[in-house]
C-alpha cells in the first residue's frame, strides 16, 4: 500500500492556461475527494466521488472546473482558463467508506498562476 | 454550514510539557471528526478518528475527546516532542463525507 499520490507535485503555469492534475488513491478505496488550501488557511472541500459517481460538488467549484474519475480509480481535476485566485495547495484524499472512513492525503500540488 | 474554530492559533512550549488544543464546531450533526497534522508546504497525516458514538481516542502520547452535543473536541498531546512542531487540524466530518476544516494550531516545541 504506496498511500495516496498526485502528479505533478508542483505546476506553474500563466494565466488563461489549462492544467490537469492526477490523483492516484489508495488501492481499492471506494471514495475520492478533492480539497483545496490556500496559504494560512484549512483546506476546503470541492468534490468527491463514490466510485465513478460524482456526488458532491462544492459552491467553490466553478464552471472553469471539472473533476473525473472514469473506472472509479485514478481522478483527474482540470482548470480551464486559469486565474491568479486560482494558486492554491490542490489536495485529494480516499477512504474506505464503511470498513474505518479515515480519509488519507496525498501530498498535493502546488499551483501557481503568473 | 459548519464552521470550525480552533484555539489557540499559534503555541510555543518547551520539550517535554503536556498539551491541549482546542477545537469547537457549530453543527453538532456530524459522522465522525479527525485530527490531522500538516507540515509545512506537506499533506495531511491522519492522526486520530473519533466515531461520533465515540467519547475518546487514543493513539499512542495523542488523546482526543469528542463532546459532540457541544461541539468540541480536544486533543491532548503528552510529553511534547520538537518533531510534534506543526500545524494540528481539526475536521468534523459531516453525513455525506464531507471534511471541515478550520485554521489549525501551529505548535512549536523547543528543545
Redesign the interface.
Given at each position: 500500500d504506496t498511500g495516496?499520490s498526485q502528479d505533478p507535485r508542483h505546476k506553474i503555469t500563466k494565466r488563461g492556461q489549462n492544467v490537469t492534475f492526477r490523483c492516484d488513491p489508495i488501492s481499492e478505496h471506494n471514495?475520492l475527494?478533492w480539497?483545496r488550501q490556500t496559504l494560512?488557511?484549512?483546506?476546503?472541500?470541492l468534490t468527491?466521488f463514490q466510485n465513478e459517481a460524482q456526488?458532491?460538488k462544492s459552491r467553490l467549484l466553478s464552471d472553469r472546473f471539472s473533476a473525473e474519475r472514469p473506472k472509479g480509480s485514478f481522478s483527474t481535476l482540470e482548470i480551464q482558463r486559469t486565474e491568479q485566485g486560482d494558486s492554491a495547495m490542490y489536495?485529494c484524499?480516499s477512504?474506505e467508506?464503511g470498513v474505518?472512513?479515515?480519509?488519507?492525503?496525498?501530498?498535493?500540488t502546488?499551483l501557481t498562476v503568473l | 454550514k459548519q464552521e470550525v474554530t480552533q484555539i489557540p492559533a499559534a503555541l510555543s512550549v518547551p520539550e517535554g510539557e503536556n498539551l491541549v488544543l482546542n477545537c469547537s464546531f457549530t453543527d453538532s450533526a456530524i459522522y465522525n471528526l479527525q485530527w490531522f497534522r500538516q507540515d509545512p508546504g506537506k499533506g495531511l497525516t491522519s492522526l486520530l478518528l473519533i466515531q461520533s458514538s465515540q467519547r475518546e481516542q487514543t493513539s499512542g502520547r495523542l488523546n482526543a475527546s469528542l463532546d459532540k452535543s457541544s461541539g468540541r473536541s480536544t486533543l491532548y498531546i503528552a510529553a511534547s516532542q520538537p518533531g510534534d512542531s506543526a500545524t494540528y487540524l481539526c475536521a468534523p466530518c459531516s453525513t455525506l463525507g464531507r471534511l471541515y476544516f478550520g485554521r489549525g494550531t501551529q505548535l512549536t516545541v523547543w528543545p
Open positions: 495516496v471514495r475527494y480539497y494560512g488557511q484549512g483546506p476546503e472541500f468527491y456526488l458532491e489536495l484524499a477512504s467508506v474505518t472512513d479515515t480519509q488519507y492525503f496525498g501530498p498535493g502546488r | -
